[in-house]
């Protein structure tokens, strides 16, 4: 099971980015997915995550409004579209995938625990 996050980079207060993870070693279409964040001194955050392609999704209550998360099963890719960054945004962003069953991703409550990380993307927000 191997989660390749990329697309994140430095960009001014207000811009936007967009997050794409591919998976290899299952398939995606019977995975939870999510995005976790690691600010500098700060624990992990769990920002978003969804089940099917169909269901409601997850947002924090810190991206919710900015953030949007998508999964494409076809092409085995999760995306995290960033609009709106702010400073606190700025994060080593991970996805994150774990079977559905485990139920790891509830649309109210949050991430819980999700047993296949990537190695994560730096974002900067920054003028």
């Known amino acids: 099971v191997q989660l390749q996050a990329s697309g994140g980079g430095l960009v001014q207060p207000g811009g936007s980015l967009r997050l794409s993870c591919v998976v290899s070693?299952?398939?995606?279409?019977?995975?939870?997915i999510g995005w976790f964040r690691q600010a500098p001194g700060k624990g992990r955050e769990g920002i978003s995550c969804?089940?099917?392609?169909?269901?409601?999704?997850y947002y924090a209550d810190s991206v919710k409004g900015r953030l949007t998360i998508s999964r494409d099963n076809a092409k085995n890719t999760v995306y995290l579209q960033m609009n709106s960054l702010k400073p606190e945004d700025t994060a080593v962003y991970y996805c994150?995938?774990?079977?559905?069953?485990?139920?790891?991703?509830?649309?109210?409550?949050?991430?819980?625990?999700?047993?296949?990380w990537g190695q994560g993307t730096q974002v900067t927000v920054s003028s």
């Open positions: 070693g299952f398939t995606l279409g019977y995975y939870a």
């Open positions: 969804i089940n099917s392609s169909t269901a409601s999704a």
């Open positions: 994150v995938a774990d079977p559905m069953w485990r139920n790891g991703c509830d649309s109210d409550s949050g991430l819980g625990n999700f047993g296949s």
